[in-house]
T-cell receptor
Framework: EADIYQTPRYLVIGTGKKITLECSQTMGHDKMYWYQQDPGMELHLIHYSYGVNSTEKGDLSSESTVSRIRTEHFPLTLESARPSHTSQYLC?????????????FGPGTRLTVL | GQNIDQPTEMTATEGAIVQINCTYQTSGFNGLFWYQQHAGEAPTFLSYNVLDGLEEKGRFSSFLSRSKGYSYLLLKELQMKDSASYLCAVRDQTGANNLFFGTGTRLTVIP
């Protein structure tokens, strides 16, 4: 099972602030993902990456951006947070192209924008 | 596109068996996953099927029929801690092999 970490776990901020959600994994997985999940709703993929210097947009449009400078690190940034960004953000990773390519999830960041 | 359907809620009794169904439509099926998600927590991996048939893992089993676009998750000897949402997710090779999730089935186990 992958070891994948997210910080902060909870964040409450005011409108207009710039925020970065951190995600790191120690399993050397190539592919990483960011999902957004509202309470009682399905997970929606907002960003993914095949490896270093690769970033792709998911099926749900998002105002956030991501970067992948190191294999283990996949941070998500919101330049100017708004109340509509309030949600749970889940990071995941997988060994792309090997076996089942199972995705393992981090604990999530619950973001509240006031 | 992808379409994944599963019941919204189910209730079962401690010690019993429950079956959670999932039907899907996708253009490039490349595997089906089941995840468990407790309220406010991250999903945890339960099972994976890519070929037809039954995969058994302890108290949990998952079945797949690709021709019918159908899967189920079977939970035996239910425990109170099994109260959670169960997410069906399909991997679609036309969608960069990413996962597409259903809305989940919220299972409540009662004494």
């Amino acid at each position: 099972e992958a070891d994948i970490y997210q910080t902060p776990r909870y964040l409450v901020i005011g409108t207009g602030k710039k925020i970065t959600l951190e995600c790191s994994q120690t399993m050397g997985h190539d592919k990483m993902y960011w999902y957004q999940q509202d309470p009682g709703m399905e997970l929606h993929l907002i960003h993914y990456s095949y490896g270093v210097n690769s970033t792709e947009k998911g099926d749900l449009s998002s105002e956030s951006t991501v970067s992948r400078i190191r294999t283990e690190h996949f941070p998500l940034t919101l330049e100017s947070a708004r109340p509509s960004h309030t949600s749970q953000y889940l990071c995941a990773s997988s060994e792309y192209g090997r076996g089942a390519d199972t995705q393992y999830f981090g604990p999530g960041t619950r973001l509240t924008v006031l | 596109g992808q379409n994944i359907d599963q019941p919204t809620e189910m209730t079962a009794t401690e010690g019993a068996i429950v079956q959670i169904n999932c039907t899907y439509q996708t253009s490039g099926f490349n595997g089906l996953f089941w995840y468990q998600q407790h309220a406010g927590e991250a999903p945890t991996f339960l099972s994976y099927n890519v070929l037809d048939g039954l995969e058994e893992k302890g108290r949990f089993s998952s079945f797949l029929s690709r021709s019918k676009g159908y899967s189920y998750l079977l939970l035996k000897e239910l425990q109170m801690k099994d109260s959670a949402s169960y997410l069906c997710a399909v991997r679609d090779q036309t969608g960069a092999n990413n996962l597409f999730f259903g809305t989940g089935t919220r299972l409540t186990v009662i004494p």
